[in-house]
C-alpha cells in the first residue's frame, strides 16, 4: 500500500476492508501501538503514523504550527475511500479529534484516550497551576538541558518508570523530541487554531468512546467530564493505568476499542 502522507507509518492487519488510523502521544512512535495491534489485527486493518519530528518521520517545520502539521500527516494517511476509525493518545488524540470535525464524512468512530486539551480548564486555578508547571520544562530546553526537560516531562507524563530505570536509547529518543512538547502549547493550552471549544466539540458527529486510566494526573478526569457531556460519549477507566494506559494496559484498551468498534 502506498499513501500520500509525509509522515512515516507502520500497519497492522492489513488484509482487512475496514480502515484505522492510531495516532500516538508526544514523545513517542507509531511503534507504541503494536502492543493493541496484536488484540485487533485479526479484524481490522491499522495504520498508524509518526507525528512530525516523531520516530522516522520528518523534521517538525518550525514556519509551521505543529498541530497544523501533525493533521496534515494524518489526514493524507487517510484511505483514498470510505471511512476511517480514528484512535488518538494524548497529543494524538487532540489530532484525531481535530480531524473529525474537520473531515466528518470520512470519520465512521473516534475513540480518545487523555487528550490533553488543557484549554478546556481556561479559567481555572488548576489551568493557572499547570501553565506554571509547564515553565521549568521550557527554561531547561531553552539552556540547552534536553536530557532535564526530558526527565522532568516524563516524571508527570511517563509510565510511572523512574528516569534511571528507562533504557539509555529511550532516554535518549524522548530527549531529542522533548522541544516539540512546548511547540505543542499554542494548540492544547491556548487553542490558537479555535479547534477545540466545547460548541465546536459538539458537533462531532460520528459515535465517540473516552479511555483513561484511574491513575492519571488530576486534570484528565476534568478534561474528559467536559468531553463527555459536549460528546455524549461514555467514559471507560482503566483501573491501576496513567496515562500510558495504551502501552501499559494494551489489552485492556484494545477490547475497549474491540467492543466499541463491535469488531
Not at 55 to 65: F, M, N, Q, T
Not at 254 to 259: H, N, P, T, V
Request: proline content about 6%.
Amino acid at each position: 500500500m502506498i499513501l500520500p502522507t509525509a509522515a512515516y507509518w507502520r500497519e497492522w492487519g492489513a488484509r482487512h476492508p475496514r480502515n484505522a488510523l492510531f495516532l500516538h502521544c508526544g514523545n513517542a512512535h507509531s511503534g507504541a501501538w503494536k502492543g493493541n495491534a496484536a488484540y485487533l489485527e485479526h479484524a481490522l486493518h491499522i495504520v498508524a503514523t509518526d507525528h512530525p519530528g516523531h520516530g522516522r518521520s520528518p523534521a517538525w517545520d518550525p514556519a509551521l504550527d505543529l498541530h497544523d502539521q501533525a493533521t496534515d500527516f494524518a489526514r493524507d494517511a487517510f484511505p483514498a475511500e470510505g471511512q476511517v476509525d480514528l484512535v488518538g493518545h494524548s497529543f494524538g488524540a487532540t489530532v484525531a479529534l481535530r480531524l473529525a470535525l474537520e473531515s466528518p464524512e470520512r470519520v465512521r468512530s473516534l475513540t480518545l484516550i487523555e487528550p490533553v486539551l488543557f484549554c478546556l480548564l481556561k479559567g481555572s486555578e488548576l489551568f493557572d497551576r499547570l501553565q506554571t508547571l509547564s515553565v521549568p520544562i521550557k527554561t531547561l530546553i531553552d539552556a540547552g538541558d534536553a536530557e532535564g526537560a526530558a526527565q522532568l516531562f516524563t516524571e508527570r507524563w511517563g509510565n510511572g518508570a523512574a528516569w534511571l530505570d528507562i533504557p539509555e536509547a529511550q532516554r535518549a529518543y524522548i530527549a531529542r523530541c522533548i522541544p516539540l512538547i512546548p511547540a505543542s502549547w499554542p494548540a492544547l493550552y491556548e487553542d490558537e487554531g479555535g479547534h477545540f471549544t466545547l460548541e465546536s466539540i459538539a458537533r462531532v458527529q460520528c459515535p465517540v468512546q473516552l479511555i483513561r486510566g484511574d491513575q492519571s494526573a488530576e486534570e484528565i478526569p476534568l478534561i474528559h467530564g467536559k468531553l463527555a457531556q459536549a460528546l455524549g460519549a461514555q467514559d471507560h477507566i482503566v483501573a491501576g493505568a496513567g496515562h500510558m494506559v495504551p502501552i501499559t494496559h494494551a489489552r485492556e484498551v484494545a477490547e475497549l476499542i474491540r467492543m466499541f468498534m463491535g469488531l
